[in-house]
């Protein structure tokens, strides 16, 4: 393991002793105990940021993206082990862009990255009209790379739930990654973060050219897919507010659209379904709430696209 990962394991076992220490003094308080366990934390190393990708670095930080992920995992979850976001351009052999190691303690992101993801966000920016649903004050390189940032970094928390939890994949966990990074956002931040990753995405993959082989065999989605994948959630979120800004504008294909709001539920029920075991305890009343509410949510979906099969199948 590289110098990097050592001294992550240093620093998680000291705050691991300075919140032993807290819970001393609040022993008497109960559910204390499983709150203090595991909490995440965001470390921007400025003596580790390369002066070329401090710019993009200092975008992200002043959004504070990831400190509002961090906050939620932070509120409604009890992780069994502490969970370090590293800022740095000092990352493991062969590390090129935002990953989790794999025991969900640590994830990186690489500043080199972010510059990355801001010369996309520059080129879709310059080159790509805005879509209606995009707010205009917020089409610009900084915010989307931020919003992008956002989106992919809850496919990064995404897979460090999957392993810190062990939860049980009924799918491929790239899936399962941009899953949750749809779930968190859409829910808890609405359509800007699926909305900016599209739009990366999508000039990634004219970038990318022809689909590869490579392409195919990865264990990612193709990146085009993704784009589909980001807006077809967050169609199916809400149709009534999402079809005519995505369908009828033509960023989703009508061929597809149909499906999306079981989709939505499916992933809505299944993501609160797999850490409801796992809530806070100051989380438990408002999750179990809503964990109730996607699950009735997903039953008359069910019923719903039951109902319009037929017309579906023969309308294609
Ligand atoms: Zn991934």
Redesign the pocket.
Same mark, same amino acid.
């Given at each position: 393991m590289s110098n990097g990962g050592y001294s992550t394991l240093v620093r998680t076992a000291m705050a691991g002793a300075f919140l032993l220490v807290g819970f001393a003094l609040v022993s008497c308080g109960g559910d204390a105990e499983d709150e203090a366990k595991g909490k995440v934390r965001v470390v921007y190393h400025d003596d580790a940021i390369a002066p070329e990708n401090r710019r993009a670095a200092e975008v992200v930080r002043k959004s504070r993206v990831l400190e509002q992920a961090a906050d939620w995992v932070n509120t409604s979850l009890a992780l069994p082990h502490d969970m370090v976001v590293e800022v740095t351009d000092k990352v493991p052999p062969g590390v090129e862009d935002a990953v989790t190691q794999p025991d969900g303690r640590t994830i990186y992101v690489p500043p080199e990255f972010l510059t990355e993801l801001q010369g996309v966000a520059t080129d879709v920016a310059r080159t790509v009209e805005r879509p209606a649903l995009f707010p205009q004050d917020r089409y610009n390189a900084d915010d989307l790379t931020a919003l992008s940032t956002q989106f992919i970094f809850g496919?990064e928390l995404g #897979?460090a739930l999957q392993r810190q939890f062990m939860l049980a994949n009924l799918g491929l966990e790239?899936d399962a990654?941009d899953g949750f990074a749809s779930f968190y956002t859409v829910n808890e931040v609405g359509p800007a973060p699926s909305l900016a990753a599209a739009l990366v995405f999508d000039e990634l993959a004219r970038k990318e050219g022809k689909t590869t082989l490579e392409g195919l065999s990865s264990d #990612?989605p193709v990146t085009q897919a993704r784009v589909f994948n980001f807006l077809c959630y967050l169609e199916g979120s809400d149709p009534k507010r999402y079809q005519g800004p995505l369908v009828g504008a033509g960023y989703l294909p009508k061929t597809r659209a149909p499906l999306c709001p079981q989709a939505w539920a499916m992933l809505d029920h299944g993501w609160w379904t797999q850490l409801q075991p796992h809530f806070a305890a100051a989380f438990k009343d408002e999750g179990d709430k809503d964990q109730d509410e996607a699950r009735t949510h997903l039953i008359a979906e069910t019923k719903a696209f039951a109902e319009n099969l037929d017309e579906l199948r023969s309308g294609r």
């Open positions: 496919h #897979h790239e990654a #990612h």
